[in-house]
């Protein structure tokens, strides 16, 4: 019998079997495990046989929500992270290596932007380019390109990068493709869908979804070849080579970075997980119906939306996303007005930097989580001085346009 993504998810953890007839996966807190012998201890070790052997490398709890993570992408493995920063720094240091070029999206989350000035430290070559048209992308490659990453819906300014079209190059040339897919989740969009390699999620955002845990995951969908990827170690190069990928991601991001997710946090983002569907088809419909109210509202300038007609990549997001496009979206005041001095006058809506939350937030992104990078490249990312960020959450429409409302008329 054919269930959905929901049901499913709602019973992952009983089906497989749980002690005492619970129904969630218990939190795991052990560091350490031990084995009856000496030999079934190495077998693990050498992964010859399956098992744990030292929570830094991975834990049963974490174990349950990666389960869940590959069956909500309908991909090969997972493997979860502390944050979803450790997650694209362990792709990027497990499979760069000094002398090896990254074509990446300009537009990107504050700070991925700032790792791609680490890699550059380390001696890879890194190219931002404008990825709403593939042609950017495949102008930029080099014969030394060995990867390319975009976000789904770029924060803050909204871009939707050309998907599909940089999967199609990516599988053509043979090239590692990341799609960070945090601002859709895979409710909206599946990784495999334009050909991705791997898929970058923070789970503190909309998987998780109540703000109350960190986390970040790789997911592998199977569709590259690591058999020709050249960084692959020697130790690593066993069993099916659809399987070295994610082996090498798991030794050298955590096995050596260290970059664990807590069990405790583990378990909150797998429950977390349940209601994905319920909260982004909520907060997908609070976003759009918000959106389309504010852009008529005379203080409001622009609204940056991919649900609007009026912005660049609308079709394309209609047609990638499942027609609902995310509850990211920025907004700029009419010249004259004070973003400071509206976000002041908030009073429902919260001033914070997180995103794809239960409660709706917003924040003034140049003074902020894009400060450190200067005028001048945000200009480049197209990131006005008077940005205001928005997440939408789950609360009732009508309570979220009357905050923004009062808000507007007190300046």
Same mark, same amino acid.
């Given at each position: 019998?054919?269930?959905?993504?929901?049901?499913?998810?709602?019973?992952?953890?009983?089906?497989?079997?749980?002690?005492?007839?619970?129904?969630?996966?218990?939190?795991?807190?052990?560091?350490? !495990?031990?084995?009856?012998?000496?030999?079934?201890?190495?077998?693990?070790?050498?992964?010859?046989?399956?098992? !744990?052997?030292?929570?830094?490398?991975?834990?049963?709890?974490?174990?349950?929500?990666?389960?869940?993570?590959?069956?909500?992408?309908?991909?090969?493995?997972?493997?979860?992270?502390?944050?979803?920063?450790?997650?694209?720094?362990?792709?990027?240091?497990?499979?760069?290596?000094?002398?090896?070029?990254?074509?990446?999206?300009?537009?990107?989350?504050?700070?991925?932007?700032?790792?791609?000035?680490?890699?550059?430290?380390?001696?890879?070559?890194?190219?931002?380019?404008?990825?709403?048209?593939?042609?950017?992308?495949?102008?930029?490659?080099?014969?030394?390109?060995?990867?390319?990453?975009?976000?789904?819906?770029?924060?803050?300014?909204?871009?939707?990068?050309?998907?599909?079209?940089?999967?199609?190059?990516?599988?053509?040339?043979?090239?590692?493709?990341?799609?960070?897919?945090?601002?859709?989740?895979?409710?909206?969009?599946?990784?495999?869908?334009?050909?991705?390699?791997?898929?970058?999620?923070?789970?503190?955002?909309?998987?998780?979804?109540?703000?109350?845990?960190?986390?970040?995951?790789?997911?592998?969908?199977?569709?590259?070849?690591?058999?020709?990827?050249?960084?692959?170690?020697?130790? !690593?190069?066993?069993?099916?080579?659809?399987?070295?990928?994610?082996?090498?991601?798991?030794?050298?991001?955590?096995?050596?970075?260290?970059?664990?997710?807590?069990?405790?946090?583990?378990?909150?983002?797998?429950?977390?997980?349940?209601?994905?569907?319920?909260?982004?088809?909520?907060?997908?419909?609070?976003?759009?119906?918000?959106?389309?109210?504010?852009?008529?509202?005379?203080?409001?300038?622009?609204?940056?939306?991919?649900?609007?007609?009026?912005?660049?990549?609308?079709?394309?997001?209609?047609?990638?996303?499942?027609?609902?496009?995310?509850?990211?979206?920025?907004?700029?005041?009419?010249?004259?007005?004070?973003?400071?001095?509206?976000?002041?006058?908030?009073?429902?809506?919260?001033?914070?930097?997180?995103?794809?939350?239960?409660?709706?937030?917003?924040?003034?992104?140049?003074?902020?989580?894009?400060?450190?990078?200067?005028?001048?490249?945000?200009?480049?990312?197209?990131?006005?001085?008077?940005?205001?960020?928005?997440?939408?959450?789950?609360?009732?429409?009508?309570?979220?346009?009357?905050?923004?409302?009062?808000?507007?008329?007190?300046?």
């Amino acid at each position: 019998m054919s269930q959905s993504l929901t049901t499913r998810l709602l019973h992952a953890d009983r089906l497989a079997g749980v002690e005492h007839g619970a129904v969630h996966k218990p939190m795991h807190t052990a560091a350490t !495990y031990s084995y009856p012998s000496a030999s079934e201890l190495i077998a693990v070790f050498q992964g010859q046989a399956s098992g !744990y052997v030292y929570s830094r490398q991975g834990n049963p709890t974490g174990a349950s929500l990666e389960s869940k993570l590959v069956m909500m992408e309908e991909a090969r493995a997972a493997a979860v992270f502390s944050t979803g920063m450790a997650a694209i720094s362990a792709v990027f240091l497990s499979l760069l290596k000094a002398g090896d070029h990254l074509v990446s999206s300009r537009f990107l989350f504050g700070n991925t932007n700032s790792l791609m000035q680490t890699l550059q430290g380390l001696g890879v070559s890194v190219s931002l380019v404008d990825a709403t048209d593939v042609a950017h992308v495949e102008a930029a490659c080099r014969p030394e390109t060995r990867m390319v990453f975009v976000e789904t819906i770029a924060n803050p300014r909204t871009q939707v990068a050309d998907l599909a079209g940089i999967g199609a190059l990516c599988a053509q040339r043979g090239l590692v493709y990341v799609v960070d897919n945090t601002m859709t989740t895979p409710m909206l969009l599946q990784g495999r869908e334009v050909q991705a390699s791997l898929v970058v999620h923070s789970l503190s955002k909309g998987i998780g979804g109540h703000g109350h845990a960190l986390g970040g995951a790789v997911v592998d969908t199977g569709l590259f070849d690591w058999s020709a990827y050249p960084h692959i170690a020697e130790p !690593y190069r066993k069993g099916d080579p659809k399987g070295w990928g994610m082996t090498q991601i798991r030794k050298k991001g955590l096995r050596d970075m260290g970059a664990t997710l807590r069990a405790e946090d583990a378990h909150r983002l797998a429950v977390g997980a349940e209601t994905l569907a319920l909260r982004v088809a909520r907060t997908c419909a609070n976003a759009l119906q918000l959106a389309q109210w504010l852009s008529a509202q005379p203080q409001i300038a622009r609204v940056h939306y991919p649900g609007l007609p009026s912005h660049a990549e609308h079709e394309r997001a209609a047609r990638l996303f499942k027609g609902q496009f995310g509850c990211l979206m920025s907004i700029e005041l009419r010249e004259g007005l004070d973003p400071l001095a509206f976000l002041d006058a908030l009073q429902l809506v919260i001033l914070s930097s997180h995103l794809a939350d239960n409660r709706t937030l917003a924040i003034p992104v140049a003074h902020t989580i894009f400060w450190e990078m200067g005028q001048a490249q945000r200009a480049a990312m197209g990131i006005a001085e008077g940005l205001i960020r928005l997440s939408i959450g789950i609360e009732d429409l009508a309570d979220l346009q009357a905050d923004f409302a009062q808000a507007l008329a007190r300046i």
